[in-house]
């Protein structure tokens, strides 16, 4: 219930227009006459971020008032995607605004396609990040989404001449509408410098941290509204600026410049996103932005706590703090220092807080990306937390000591410190010490955990381990991205699902209805037909809506295997030119990724995908049969395109290396049927499609693993499977690069030798398993009932069910329902 309308307030399509006449005017400070679209953009935009505001308010209100157990999601990265739309859903005002901008003369997917999306993350983890904060505000769980207000997000795609070209993504360009500065809870941020003993009045021993500089942290909030509630929570994101002290002291000292200089470096603290995902780096910067924005968040807690009238001895009753893998994992050295430190605590009481305050969320199995911090460069930015990770480590060794007698190496491999050659800081090791539980996110990936990576800790604390396997928002990923389908689906089963989305489970029935194939079938079909303007608009390749949309859409990286992709289109490429294919089912093969820039591999892999393209789409041989695009610059908006007209879904990286893959559940809730290995999610996704509806090809995570164990010789399979030669030597002697053997030789070079991804082990499973897909969807109504199953079995990959997971087995905190305050 709006208890008062206003122009603020109003969702009636004539208060929506006064609305945005009057942010036209007073806000943009245009008239129709020379506003462009951008400032239509920015007038609704405010005219919607007014409308999230009665309801953030009384949500603050309430949680202030009422002091509720909280949740901290702690994540260096939210792949938020564009707020518009999502606004519109979640507010209930799609279709009315829809109207009321129709009304004044203007398209509302044209105002939508002016966001410039936020695209603060890299890829699977700051993605499932804006889909649990989501979720939670949906459940009606108090929440605060913690993490950094990077200036340049993921870098900004090109293709030339077939590489990756980066640019800056300035996507604050033209201000961010759905932010609201607080100046007045900024916090300061210690870094560098030393440590020093005193003594109190009481003559008790304490520590004092004299740093080298400290920076500003300023807070930028955006409302996370919950679907269709009034829970309305925050997404606080820090900025880092110069300290006015700082500044005043160079100034007094005549260096003005000096100070302004100061100033700048300050703030390139949050000024870019590391585009690095699975692989680490070890610099400094970015050791400085995870402790800045996890310092700001901690004091921003402790200063909620205390203004609600509560002691630091109840933090752990009132806020769950989940790490989002170790990237916040510092948290753990820094909330012991602020009780201990700031506070005055005793350590155990304090390391009982944090210990009870603290869970930790594991997203990646590839030892690359495990973070360690060399010893002497973190000793050089926080010198204080060193020492509380040598007494947390002396502890805990002492307890491992006092558990396994006598096993030394197990002390080592157990240790916060690596000292096996140079010496590291282990951020994981830092996580699981200081956390109550640690999750993996597919059930695979826990179980690998358990026996691989964190096996030395699933020893020690075999209570601290479990599984919640991720999930995405049904909001975003379908009602949103797919209108035509949510329309379908709510005329069938009405529109519980989209808070329950195992009652898409109602739909199984229907796939039996000839009548309800063919609307799911057009509905594929036109969402096809919008994903080819993309593709045309942003390739310049016109694909043909009448062929089998196959997409692979993920970051580029060996262990996900797109070249193996590639091996099947050269394949059939090949079968093609060779007379051996009469009847070749018409493919359009749609990539999408960015590679890290670092990443020379990745980097090529992508060449190879353009270059193969280049000859395949040429090719009159070919007769348009297939064809090969790669979408530049890969995101979510994009993703919102992609997933909904797509048919087979590709999730082929190698068994026992993708922790759980989100990508894949997008797809199969909108219909497209999966190719893919026994990896992450994709088994469950196959357990609960059932195997008739889901294509399984390749070695399972344990028998790469007797694979790799008996010595594995990639060169022997390519000389006795005579398809996958000539397909390997078409790229080896220059076809797709007009004669230049050097181009790909690292990548055919690396697969002959080394093939670490076992690509050409399960070449042949892939290559028979995507004939079965060619002949499946010959038979179209087969692929319509599959694909209708498909969505119907998705339920349980909704990120309400994992957000319910972790609130009731290991935040315990409950649902606070809002009314909605005048
Ligand atoms: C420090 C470098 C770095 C940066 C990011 C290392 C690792 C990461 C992330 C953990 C990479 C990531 O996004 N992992 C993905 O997380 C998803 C959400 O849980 C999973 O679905 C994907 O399988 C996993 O690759």
């Known amino acids: 219930p709006v208890i008062f309308e206003d122009d603020r307030t109003s969702v009636t399509t004539e208060g929506l227009k006064r609305a945005f006449y009057d942010h036209l005017f007073y806000t943009q400070g245009k008239f129709p006459e020379i506003a462009g679209l951008g400032d239509y953009y920015q007038a609704l935009a405010h005219a919607v971020r007014d409308r999230t505001l009665q309801r953030w308010i009384s949500s603050v209100a309430d949680h202030t008032a009422t002091a509720p157990k909280t949740v901290a999601y702690l994540s260096a990265e939210f792949l938020m995607g564009p707020h518009m739309g999502n606004n519109l859903i979640n507010l209930g005002i799609y279709d009315t605004v829809k109207k009321a901008v129709q009304e004044i003369g203007l398209d509302l997917n044209e105002l939508l396609r002016q966001e410039e999306e936020p695209g603060l993350g890299n890829g699977g983890l700051g993605r499932l990040a804006a889909c649990f904060i989501d979720s939670l505000a949906t459940a009606e769980i108090p929440a605060f989404g913690y993490g950094i207000r990077y200036e340049y997000g993921i870098f900004y795609q090109t293709i030339m001449d077939g590489w990756q070209v980066e640019n800056t993504d300035k996507w604050l360009r033209h201000g961010n509408p759905w932010e609201i500065q607080r100046a007045e809870w900024a916090v300061e941020v210690k870094l560098g410098g030393h440590t020093e003993q005193y003594q109190d009045d009481l003559g008790r021993l304490h520590v004092r941290w004299a740093p080298e500089k400290t920076v500003a942290g300023v807070p930028f909030d955006s409302p996370i509204v919950g679907y269709k509630v009034t829970t309305t929570n925050t997404l606080r994101l820090w900025r880092a600026e110069a300290t006015e002290a700082f500044d005043f002291s160079q100034f007094n000292r005549g260096d003005y410049l000096g100070a302004v200089d100061k100033k700048v470096t300050s703030e390139n603290l949050t000024k870019a996103l590391y585009p690095n995902d699975e692989t680490v780096q070890g610099k400094e910067l970015r050791l400085e932005q995870q402790y800045f924005f996890v310092s700001c968040s901690l004091q921003d807690m402790l200063r909620i706590h205390k203004a609600r009238g509560m002691e630091p001895d109840t933090f752990d009753q009132k806020f769950a703090i989940q790490l989002n893998d170790t990237h916040p994992a510092i948290a753990v050295a820094e909330l012991m220092r602020l009780l201990i430190d700031d506070n005055m605590m005793p350590w155990d009481q ?326 893919g290995t026994m990896d992450g999610a994709n088994i469950e996704i196959r357990d609960q499609v059932k195997a008739e509806n889901f294509f399984l090809f390749g070695h399972t995570a344990s028998e790469v693993h007797d694979i790799k164990a008996s010595g594995y010789r990639p060169r022997d399979i390519y000389e006795v499977n005579a398809e996958l030669r000539a397909v390997v030597d078409l790229i080896q002697t220059g076809f797709f690069s007009r004669g230049d053997t050097d181009v790909f030789k690292p990548i055919v070079d690396n697969l002959l030798d080394h093939d670490p991804y076992l690509l050409l082990a399960d070449y042949q499973s892939y290559i028979d398993c995507q004939d079965v897909v060619s002949d499946t969807y010959r038979e179209a109504d087969t692929w319509a009932r599959m694909s209708i199953l498909n969505s119907a079995r998705s339920g349980k990959f909704s990120s309400d069910r994992s957000i319910a997971e972790y609130a009731k087995n290991i935040w315990k905190v409950e649902a606070v329902p809002i009314t909605l305050k005048p």
């Open 350 to 675: 304090a390391w009982g807080i944090t210990t009870r305050t603290f869970s930790y969320t594991n997203h990646t199995l590839l030892p690359e990306a495990l973070e360690r911090w060399p010893l002497d460069l973190f000793k050089r930015i926080l010198p204080r937390h060193l020492e509380i990770i040598y007494e947390i480590n002396a502890r805990f060794l002492n307890d491992v000591r006092i558990k396994f007698l006598g096993d030394d190496s197990r002390l080592a491999r157990l240790s916060l410190i690596d000292e096996s050659g140079e010496r590291y800081v282990r951020m994981a090791h830092l996580a699981c010490v200081g956390s109550h539980t640690i999750n993996g996110v597919a059930e695979l990936h826990s179980e690998l955990l358990k026996q691989d990576v964190l096996k030395d800790f699933y020893e020690m604390w075999p209570e601290k381990f479990t599984n919640v396997t991720n999930g995405v928002t049904p909001r975003r990923w379908m009602v949103l991205s797919n209108p035509r389908l949510t329309k379908l689906v709510s005329e069938t089963i009405g529109e519980g699902w989209i808070t329950d989305l195992p009652q898409l489970s109602k739909l199984e029935p229907h796939a039996e209805d000839s009548a309800f194939r063919d609307s799911w079938r057009a509905i594929k079909r036109a969402n096809k037909v919008d994903l080819a303007a993309l593709i045309l608009r942003r390739t310049g390749v016109a694909v043909s809506p009448d062929s089998m949309f196959d997409v692979l859409v993920k970051r580029i990286h060996e262990y996900k295997r797109q070249h193996l992709a590639v091996l099947h289109i050269i394949t059939l490429y090949h079968r093609l030119k060779s007379g051996r294919s009469a009847y070749t089912l018409p493919r359009t093969f749609i990539f999408g990724g960015k590679a890290a820039p670092g990443y020379t591999m990745a980097k090529l892999m992508i060449k190879l995908i353009n270059a193969v393209g280049d000859v395949v789409n040429n090719d009159r041989d070919v007769h348009d049969l297939l064809k090969v695009v790669f979408l530049p610059n890969f995101n979510v908006t994009y993703g919102q395109c992609v997933y909904p007209g797509a048919d087979l879904s590709e999730q082929i990286s190698l068994a026992g290396k993708e922790a759980s893959g989100t990508g894949n559940m997008k797809f199969a809730m909108n219909g497209a049927l999966t190719i």
